[in-house]
């Protein structure tokens, strides 16, 4: 399964909309894709499994990239 990982380059820093980014990661649970990202110095805003349809949107955009980890 894919998953969408939102995210804050600044961990300290309160979130702001205007400055989330996005990356994608292939694993079986959430948990697991807390675990491979783990080493990232990032903070986390949401986590989100993508369904077929949402996939296919997402890879229409030019900055899908899925992460190896």
Same mark, same amino acid.
């Given at each position: 399964? %894919?998953?969408k990982v939102l995210y804050q380059e600044l961990k300290d820093e309160i979130p702001v909309r205007e400055r989330t980014k996005a990356? $994608? +990661?292939e694993a079986d649970t959430i948990r697991e894709v807390r675990? =491979? !990202?783990?080493?990232? @110095? +990032?903070? !986390?805003? $949401? %986590? /989100?499994? #993508? @369904?077929?349809? /949402? #996939?296919? $949107? &997402? =890879?229409?955009? &030019?900055n899908f990239t899925l992460e190896n980890v």
């Open positions: 399964m %894919i998953f990356f $994608y +990661v675990e =491979k !990202i783990n080493d990232h @110095n +990032v903070n !986390i805003e $949401y %986590i /989100h499994a #993508l @369904n077929d349809a /949402h #996939l296919a $949107y &997402e =890879k229409q955009s &030019e």
